[in-house]
């Protein structure tokens, strides 16, 4: 196996750590990481020095970010978090957050990383009513800034973005995305729903799909199927009424939120490998 000069230092001490070697006594190391995805047993089984630099590198791109700002004249800030993959194909993906978070969401920042690894550019930002207060719901009537908001970051970057751009979004985040798509036909080039909030928990009867006959944008939604805004039933039919291509991920036993900390890693996984066959996908 051929490794960089970090992975290399990384592998050394690895094999340091694991050996015990060295002037001062040091225990093994013993890996508690599951041996396939979705083992959730506390097997004491060592992983190979090899899987950790592995999975090392990986945490490297993921945590390979700026802090992002673009504020053009006489449009609405963009503010964020920038991923840049060291091969990128120039593609970019643009990804906010839900009515009760922010760009930095547990879900979103694992997204980003597991989407940078693969190759794209990701762009995780806040919406304009989170940038005005940090805490709390936006407030009624701020929609149609908040897409003014997903506007300029398209806007932003196709500027930085030789390649396609994708726009994607948690929950309230997700909606005001699918929004501005069918308000704007040929804006994005995909669109990537995150526990889209078909209607409030409770309340079938209030869908929030008015908008939906009129996207023409490819879009693929990934749901929980314990979600309390929409069950996959209910996202099927929903989906009936988009005419442009869609495709439905159900992730088991998850919520709203989508990820936890048992299930981060797996989901992200599997997620991003979902979306970027979508994005390639033409049928």
């Given amino acids: 196996m ?3 000069p970090l992975m290399s230092s ?12 060295g002037t001062a006594p040091v225990p093994p190391f013993r890996y508690l990481f599951p041996r396939q995805v979705g083992d959730t047993s506390d097997s ?27 504020a053009p004249q006489n449009a609405v800030p963009v503010r964020g978090f920038l991923h840049s993959p060291t091969n990128s194909a ?12 922010n760009c930095d969401s547990p879900l979103l920042v ?10 794209l550019t990701v762009l995780r930002c806040d919406l304009p009513f989170r940038q005005l207060r940090p805490h709390g719901p936006p407030h009624r009537g701020s929609a149609e800034r908040d897409q003014q908001g997903l506007r300029a970051a398209i806007v932003s970057m196709r500027r930085h973005a030789s390649g396609r751009v994708f726009l994607g979004g948690h929950s309230y985040g997700g909606r005001q995305a699918s929004m501005l798509a069918a308000s ?12 889209y909030p078909l209607h409030p928990p ?26 309390g805004f929409g069950s996959i039933d209910e996202m099927v039919l929903a989906l009936e009424l988009i005419p ?34 979508f994005t390639f996908d033409t049928a």
Avoid: W
Avoid at 110 to 119: E, N, P, T
């Fill in 184 to 195: 704007e036909p040929g804006l994005v080039d995909r669109l990537f729903l995150l526990s």
């Fill in 2 to 4: 051929t490794l960089s």
């Fill in 90 to 101: 120039g593609d970019c993906l643009i990804l906010t957050h839900g009515a009760g978070a």
């Fill in 110 to 119: 694992a997204l980003a990383g597991a989407f940078c690894a693969s190759g």
């Fill in 244 to 277: 442009a291509r869609t495709e439905l991920l159900p992730v088991t036993s998850a919520g709203h939120e989508l990820v936890t900390k048992r299930n981060r890693d797996e989901v992200s996984k599997a997620v991003t490998e979902a979306f970027r066959s």
């Fill in 44 to 70: 004491e089984e060592p992983v190979r020095v090899e899987e950790m630099v592995a999975a090392l590198s990986t945490m490297a791109v993921a945590m390979d970010y700026r802090e992002f700002s673009d």
């Fill in 10 to 21: 990384l592998h050394d001490f690895c094999s340091y750590s694991v050996s015990g070697k």
């Fill in 202 to 227: 409770q309340r079938p009867t209030e869908l929030r799909t008015a908008h939906f006959p009129s996207l023409q944008t490819p879009a693929m939604f990934v749901h929980g199927t314990r979600d």
